[in-house]
C-alpha cells in the first residue's frame, strides 16, 4: 500500500526480453518522466502505468512491481489490446490530442461513428482500470497523481470507488476553449468535463490553459471546480550533468567541428503535427532566398525522433517534412554543405550537445503545453544563444519577455524572427541569454511536483460540483 500514487499512460521505464528471456529495464532518456522521477526521489511513490510493450505485458503478468531510481516503484497495468487500441490511439492521441491542440482539419475530422463512439467505450474501461488499480494500492487518505488526456476520467471512478484518496489530476498539454469544445457530442464533452471535475483539483502549466479548462466547466458544469497553474520547470543539474558527460562533449566537438564556423540554427522536437516544423522550414527557406549571403554562413540542424508513427497524420507529416527540407537542400545546398540537416533519431545526448551550443534555437509550435525545450536548451547553452519562441507554447508565460516571439502560423514573420536571432550583437544576446536561462531553471522538477502533490484534495461530491 501507498501514501503516494503516481499514475500515468507511460511510465517512466519500459522493458524488453533479453536474450535469455530475462526482462531488462530501460529507462527513458529525456523528457517529462525521467525529471519526474528525479523528483519523487526517497518518496517510496508507487507509479502506476500501462503495459505498452511485449516486455512490459511479462512484467504486469508477473504482478511484482519493479523498483525505480530514487525509491520509487513501477507497477505495469496490463489491458486487452482492443482496449489500449481504443484508449490510446483513437480517443486519446487520435481525438483529445488533436482537440487540446487546435490540429482538427475541421471539413474532415473529427468523425464521431459508431466506431468512435465504441472507442469511447474503451477509454472509459482503460480508466476505469487504472483507478481500480490506484484503489487496490493507495493507503488510506493517499495523495493520487494522475497525468494527462488519456486518464481524464480516472477521477470519476476514484469518486466513487475510494472518496477517501485526496486526488489530483495534471494536464501537461494544453485545454480546448468552450467552442472547440463543442466539436465533441455533448455527451462526451460532459463526461469528460464532469470526470476531470470530480478529481480533487486540476492543474495546468500556465494559467491561459486553466483558465481555458475553468471556462469549459463553466459551460458543462453549474459549479467551477479547483484549478491552479504550476509551471514545470527543466531539471538543470541533471541535464549539465549530460551536457559535462564525455560522450556529450565529444558529440559537442563533433558538431562544432561539422559546422565550420557556420552560426547553428537548432531545433529538437517529435515529429509531431503540434510542433509546426514545416513552417519552421518554410520560413527558413524564405530567409535564405531573401538574404542570399545567409546560404553559406548558417546550418539548421533539426534533430527529431519519431512519434505515434501508427497514427497515418504522422506519417504523412513525417514524408511532408522530408519533402520539404529536400526541397530547401535541393535549392540552397553546395557540394560542401547542407542549409538542414535533418535527423530522425532517438539520441538524448546528441540533442543535449547542439542545446549546449546553439546560436539561435527555434521552438515555434502551433499549440504546446509548455514545451521543455524551451527551458533545457537555455539551461545549457553556453554561447549566449538567443531563443525564438512561440507565443503558444505554454513556456511562452514565462519566457515571452527575453525570448523572440514567434507568431507560429506567420512564416515570413518567422523568417524576419530568425533573421534578427541570427544578427543580433553580442550584448544583446548576453542580456536575453542570461534571463531566459535564469526563468528556465528557476522551477525545478521537484518543486512543481511539490506543488502539484500539494494541491491533491478529497474528491468533491457528485456530479464534479467543485468547491470554490
Ligand atoms: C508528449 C506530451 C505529454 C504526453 C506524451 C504522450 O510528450 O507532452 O503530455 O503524455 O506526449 O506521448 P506518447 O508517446 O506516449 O503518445
Same mark, same amino acid.
Given at each position: 500500500?501507498?501514501?503516494?500514487v503516481v499514475?500515468?499512460?507511460?511510465?517512466?521505464?519500459?522493458?524488453?526480453?533479453?536474450?535469455?528471456?530475462?526482462?531488462?529495464?530501460?529507462?527513458?532518456?529525456?523528457? !517529462?518522466?525521467?525529471?519526474?522521477?528525479?523528483?519523487?526521489?526517497?518518496?517510496?511513490?508507487?507509479?502506476?502505468?500501462?503495459?505498452?510493450?511485449?516486455?512490459?505485458?511479462?512484467?504486469?503478468?508477473?504482478?511484482?512491481?519493479?523498483?525505480?531510481?530514487?525509491?520509487?516503484?513501477?507497477?505495469?497495468?496490463?489491458?486487452?489490446?482492443?482496449?489500449?487500441?481504443?484508449?490510446?490511439?483513437?480517443?486519446a492521441?487520435?481525438?483529445?490530442?488533436?482537440?487540446?491542440?487546435?490540429?482538427?482539419? %475541421?471539413?474532415?475530422?473529427?468523425?464521431?461513428?459508431?466506431?468512435?463512439?465504441?472507442?469511447?467505450d474503451?477509454?472509459?474501461?482503460?480508466?476505469?482500470?487504472?483507478?481500480?488499480?490506484?484503489?487496490?494500492?493507495?493507503?488510506?487518505?493517499?495523495?493520487?497523481?494522475?497525468?494527462?488526456y488519456?486518464?481524464?476520467?480516472?477521477?470519476?471512478?476514484?469518486?466513487?470507488?475510494?472518496?477517501?484518496?485526496?486526488?489530483?489530476?495534471?494536464?501537461?498539454?494544453?485545454?480546448?476553449?468552450?467552442?472547440e469544445?463543442?466539436?465533441?457530442?455533448?455527451?462526451?464533452?460532459?463526461?469528460?468535463?464532469?470526470?476531470?471535475?470530480?478529481?480533487?483539483?486540476?492543474?495546468?502549466?500556465t494559467?491561459?490553459?486553466?483558465?481555458?479548462?475553468?471556462?469549459?466547466?463553466?459551460?458543462?458544469?453549474?459549479?467551477?471546480?479547483?484549478v491552479?497553474?504550476?509551471?514545470?520547470?527543466?531539471?538543470?543539474?541533471?541535464?549539465?550533468?549530460?551536457a559535462?558527460?564525455?560522450?556529450?562533449?565529444?558529440?559537442?566537438?563533433?558538431?562544432?567541428?561539422?559546422?565550420?564556423?557556420?552560426?547553428? !540554427?537548432?531545433?529538437?522536437?517529435?515529429?509531431?503535427?503540434?510542433?509546426?516544423?514545416l %513552417?519552421?522550414?518554410?520560413?527558413?527557406?524564405?530567409?535564405?532566398?531573401?538574404?542570399?549571403?545567409?546560404?553559406?554562413?548558417?546550418?539548421?540542424?533539426?534533430?527529431?525522433?519519431?512519434?505515434?508513427?501508427?497514427?497515418?497524420e504522422?506519417?504523412?507529416?513525417?514524408?511532408?517534412?522530408?519533402?520539404?527540407?529536400?526541397?530547401?537542400?535541393?535549392?540552397?545546398?553546395?557540394?560542401?554543405h547542407?542549409?538542414?540537416?535533418?535527423?530522425?533519431?532517438?539520441?538524448?545526448?546528441?540533442?543535449?550537445?547542439?542545446?549546449s551550443?546553439?546560436?539561435?534555437?527555434?521552438?515555434?509550435?502551433?499549440?504546446?503545453?509548455?514545451?521543455?525545450?524551451?527551458?533545457?536548451?537555455?539551461?545549457?547553452?553556453?554561447?549566449?544563444?538567443v531563443?525564438a519562441?512561440?507565443?503558444?507554447?505554454?513556456?511562452?508565460?514565462?519566457?515571452?519577455t527575453?525570448?523572440?516571439?514567434i507568431?507560429?502560423?506567420?512564416v515570413?514573420?518567422?523568417a524576419?524572427?530568425?533573421?534578427r536571432?541570427?544578427?543580433?550583437?553580442?550584448?544583446? %544576446?548576453?542580456?536575453?541569454?542570461?534571463?531566459?536561462?535564469?526563468?528556465?531553471?528557476?522551477?525545478?522538477?521537484?518543486?512543481?511536483?511539490?506543488?502539484?502533490?500539494?494541491?491533491?484534495?478529497?474528491?468533491?461530491?457528485?456530479?464534479?460540483?467543485?468547491?470554490?
Amino acid at each position: 500500500m501507498s501514501e503516494l500514487v503516481v499514475v500515468s499512460n507511460r511510465g517512466p521505464a519500459t522493458f524488453s526480453v533479453g536474450k535469455d528471456g530475462e526482462l531488462v529495464a530501460r529507462h527513458g532518456a529525456g523528457g !517529462l518522466a525521467p525529471s519526474l522521477l528525479n523528483a519523487l526521489a526517497g518518496s517510496d511513490a508507487l507509479w502506476i502505468a500501462t503495459a505498452m510493450s511485449e516486455g512490459d505485458r511479462r512484467a504486469a503478468r508477473q504482478g511484482v512491481p519493479a523498483s525505480l531510481s530514487g525509491g520509487s516503484e513501477l507497477r505495469l497495468v496490463e489491458l486487452a489490446p482492443e482496449v489500449q487500441e481504443a484508449a490510446y490511439h483513437v480517443v486519446a492521441n487520435g481525438t483529445l490530442w488533436f482537440l487540446y491542440h487546435g490540429l482538427f482539419d %475541421r471539413a474532415r475530422h473529427p468523425v464521431f461513428d459508431a466506431r468512435w463512439h465504441e472507442a469511447w467505450d474503451g477509454y472509459r474501461q482503460f480508466n476505469r482500470a487504472l483507478a481500480e488499480e490506484v484503489a487496490r494500492c493507495a493507503d488510506e487518505g493517499a495523495t493520487v497523481v494522475v497525468n494527462d488526456y488519456h486518464l481524464a476520467l480516472v477521477g470519476g471512478f476514484l469518486a466513487s470507488l475510494r472518496p477517501d484518496l485526496r486526488t489530483v489530476h495534471f494536464h501537461h498539454t494544453p485545454f480546448c476553449d468552450p467552442e472547440e469544445l463543442r466539436v465533441l457530442p455533448s455527451a462526451v464533452a460532459r463526461e469528460l468535463v464532469t470526470s476531470l471535475a470530480s478529481f480533487g483539483a486540476c492543474g495546468f502549466h500556465t494559467e491561459r490553459w486553466a483558465d481555458q479548462f475553468r471556462q469549459c466547466a463553466a459551460a458543462v458544469l453549474d459549479k467551477v471546480p479547483e484549478v491552479f497553474h504550476a509551471p514545470l520547470g527543466t531539471d538543470a543539474e541533471a541535464l549539465r550533468a549530460v551536457a559535462a558527460s564525455p560522450g556529450c562533449s565529444a558529440r559537442r566537438a563533433d558538431l562544432l567541428e561539422r559546422l565550420e564556423g557556420r552560426s547553428l !540554427l537548432f531545433r529538437s522536437d517529435r515529429v509531431e503535427l503540434s510542433k509546426n516544423l514545416l %513552417r519552421g522550414f518554410l520560413a527558413y527557406e524564405e530567409l535564405l532566398e531573401a538574404d542570399p549571403g545567409l546560404r553559406d554562413r548558417v546550418t539548421f540542424i533539426a534533430r527529431t525522433y519519431p512519434s505515434r508513427e501508427d497514427i497515418p497524420e504522422y506519417i504523412a507529416y513525417r514524408h511532408e517534412v522530408e519533402r520539404l527540407v529536400d526541397r530547401v537542400n535541393e535549392r540552397f545546398g553546395a557540394a560542401d554543405h547542407l542549409p538542414i540537416v535533418l535527423e530522425v533519431a532517438d539520441d538524448f545526448e546528441a540533442s543535449v550537445a547542439a542545446l549546449s551550443c546553439y546560436d539561435v534555437l527555434l521552438v515555434n509550435p502551433i499549440r504546446d503545453g509548455m514545451n521543455l525545450v524551451a527551458k533545457e536548451g537555455p539551461a545549457v547553452n553556453d554561447r549566449d544563444g538567443v531563443l525564438a519562441l512561440s507565443r503558444e507554447a505554454g513556456a511562452f508565460a514565462e519566457l515571452g519577455t527575453s525570448a523572440l516571439e514567434i507568431e507560429p502560423f506567420d512564416v515570413q514573420g518567422t523568417a524576419a524572427v530568425l533573421s534578427r536571432a541570427l544578427a543580433m550583437a553580442p550584448d544583446e %544576446r548576453a542580456v536575453r541569454a542570461k534571463t531566459v536561462a535564469e526563468i528556465a531553471i528557476s522551477r525545478p522538477p521537484a518543486r512543481w511536483f511539490e506543488e502539484v502533490a500539494g494541491a491533491a484534495r478529497r474528491p468533491s461530491r457528485a456530479g464534479g460540483a467543485g468547491r470554490s
